[in-house]
Structure formats: structure tokens, C-alpha cells
């Protein structure tokens, strides 16, 4: 594997293990942060493999960010909203967030945003940028050969079969 693939893997690596030692450090410890973090890692795998599939680099490099902003974020929030709630974010967190009105959201954001969100917000744009950077440095060859893209899309495949008999994807309602 030669070190361009090694470089986008870790751009998308690296948030999801910090974002999981956060969630570590900053709660007890239980099973379904553990499950949560080999979903986030089989979704970066996805995100990933879905760009051997894009045959023009600039719109590869635009898939990978619009894939990383999307990630990122849904990794900050969850973790902020697991770190304040200690429970997983699901369709009925959803449901509230959508029913709430502008006093509230400026009520909830005053009671839980705290120092170590702030924190974690600085660390997060950091490694943020750092990925986009990254991303935009990104040059790999296109995969031409229609067998090696079967192989990709039957990986994907697993992966998505993995996570649904195994009901990790419950982890990640947003996904």
C-alpha cells in the first residue's frame, strides 16, 4: 500500500480514535461507546472505498471533503452529545432537537457548553483542517480494472451486512 492511502486512511482514523479516547476519558466506560467506534471505523472504510470509485481527482478530492466534513461532524457531535447526556444519539434526540424552539437552543447551548467542550471544539477544528489539508494534497491513480471493483463494491457490501446483522448501525442513527 504505498503512503498515499496510508495518509487518507489516517485523516479519517485519527478523528475517530480521538473522539473515542474522549468519550473514554471523559465518561465511564461501556460496551456501546466500544461498538460506536467500530462503526465509525467501518463507515470511514465506506467513505473511503466509494472514492476508487470516482475517476476525476478534483471531483474525488470533493466527494473526500464533503465525506470528511459530513464524518467529522457527526463524530463532534455525537461525542459532545454523549459527553452531556452520557447516552447514545438516536431518532428520538432527533425528534427533540427538531421540536425545539430558538429559547431553548440558546438555553441548552449556555447549560452545556462548557470548558472541555470548548476544548474539544479547539481540538476538533484543528484536526479538522489538518484533514482538509490533507485531503487536498491527496493524488492516487484511478482503478480501471472492473475486477478490482467488484472487489470493492462486495467489501462495501460486507461491511453494510456486517453492521446490520450485528446492529452496530444502531449506534449511529444519523448515518
Given at each position: 500500500m504505498d503512503k498515499e492511502k496510508i495518509r487518507l486512511g489516517l485523516?479519517?482514523?485519527?478523528?475517530?480514535?480521538?473522539f473515542f479516547l474522549?468519550?473514554?476519558?471523559?465518561?465511564?466506560?461501556?460496551?456501546?461507546?466500544f461498538y460506536n467506534f467500530v462503526e465509525n471505523l467501518l463507515f470511514t472504510a465506506v467513505i473511503i472505498l466509494v472514492s476508487f470509485f470516482v475517476n476525476n481527482l478534483s471531483l474525488k478530492k470533493t466527494y473526500l471533503k464533503l465525506g470528511y466534513i459530513l464524518f467529522c461532524f457527526c463524530l463532534f457531535f455525537e461525542s459532545i452529545y454523549y459527553y452531556n447526556?452520557?447516552?447514545?444519539f438516536s431518532s428520538s434526540a432527533i425528534f427533540v432537537i427538531l421540536e425545539t424552539n430558538t429559547?431553548?437552543?440558546?438555553?441548552?447551548?449556555?447549560?452545556?457548553?462548557?470548558?472541555?467542550?470548548?476544548?474539544l471544539l479547539i481540538l476538533?477544528?484543528?484536526?479538522?483542517?489538518f484533514g482538509l489539508f490533507q485531503i487536498n494534497k491527496y493524488k492516487t491513480e484511478i482503478i480501471n480494472?472492473?475486477?478490482?471493483?467488484?472487489?470493492?463494491?462486495?467489501?462495501?457490501f460486507f461491511i453494510f451486512l456486517f453492521l446490520k446483522i450485528?446492529?452496530?448501525i444502531v449506534y449511529n442513527v444519523p448515518y
Open positions: 485523516v479519517f482514523i485519527i478523528p475517530t480514535i480521538l474522549f468519550e473514554l476519558i471523559s465518561a465511564k466506560f461501556i460496551i456501546n461507546r447526556f452520557e447516552t447514545i429559547i431553548e437552543a440558546k438555553e441548552f447551548l449556555f447549560s452545556y457548553f462548557n470548558k472541555v467542550t470548548i476544548l476538533f477544528i484543528i484536526i479538522f483542517v480494472l472492473k475486477f478490482r471493483k467488484l472487489k470493492i463494491i462486495g467489501v462495501i450485528t446492529k452496530l
